[in-house]
């Protein structure tokens, strides 16, 4: 019984910085990722650009948006760089592009009210643009899972994911009551006011990847 104690003390005491070092990389990928990907921040967009459709549309379209930012963090996590090189641009290019395509979301949002791209066919088209790209896998999402793939390894950059957009998950699932509280008025209000910042993030990406060409 004692060696049988201690055999299992020189293993743990082998395993434990190991794991303590995989513990810390965990925790400094995923909040580095939750901070890029802001699920609470991104809940008054998600009112914005879903605003007039019926509850059971809103679920599918948050669904469809998770599944496509969590395909395209991952597809990225691992052969970012690959195919940013494969196709002879960077990533400050994914942020201008980003930024642009944000830009037209808002004035889309300003002088509608509504995000009207996938009207003419499936509401889950609203869930892969601009929702899953550039909302939640957008440039800096995209640029985070690249760095941490390089700095920690598969493992790590896989279990941040899967935390993050589980959060991410939990949290839009909570839109439907947010809509009910607010109203159809309220939830007007809140899509042009948000229009606003939608653009300013959009300003935002632009500038910094001009500056990186500059």
Avoid: C
């Amino acid at each position: 019984m004692l060696l049988f104690l201690d055999a299992l003390t020189v293993v743990w005491n082998n395993l434990y910085p190991y794991i303590d070092r995989s513990l810390n990389d965990l925790l400094k990928s995923t909040v580095a990722l939750f901070v890029v990907i802001d699920p609470i921040g991104s809940v008054p967009l998600f009112i914005a650009l879903t605003n007039g459709m019926k509850s059971s549309d809103r679920k599918r379209v948050s669904t469809s948006a998770i599944i496509t930012a969590a395909s395209l963090l991952i597809v990225f996590a691992v052969a970012g760089t690959q195919i940013l090189s494969i196709f002879g641009i960077t990533i400050f290019s994914f942020m201008i592009a980003g930024g642009v395509l944000l830009f037209i979301v808002s004035i889309e949002l300003l002088t509608h009210g509504a995000w009207r791209f996938g009207q003419a066919g499936s509401n889950e088209d609203s869930g892969v643009v601009p929702l899953a790209f550039p909302l939640l896998a957008g440039p800096g999402a995209i640029t985070s899972v690249i760095i941490s793939f390089q700095s920690y390894g598969i493992v790590i950059t896989m279990l941040s994911i899967a935390i993050v957009i589980g959060i991410t998950y939990v949290v839009l699932l909570m839109i439907n009551p947010i809509y009910r509280l607010l109203g159809r008025r309220g939830s007007t209000i809140v899509t042009r006011v948000f229009a606003v910042f939608i653009a300013a993030i959009a300003v935002q990406y632009i500038i910094v990847g001009i500056k990186h060409f500059i």
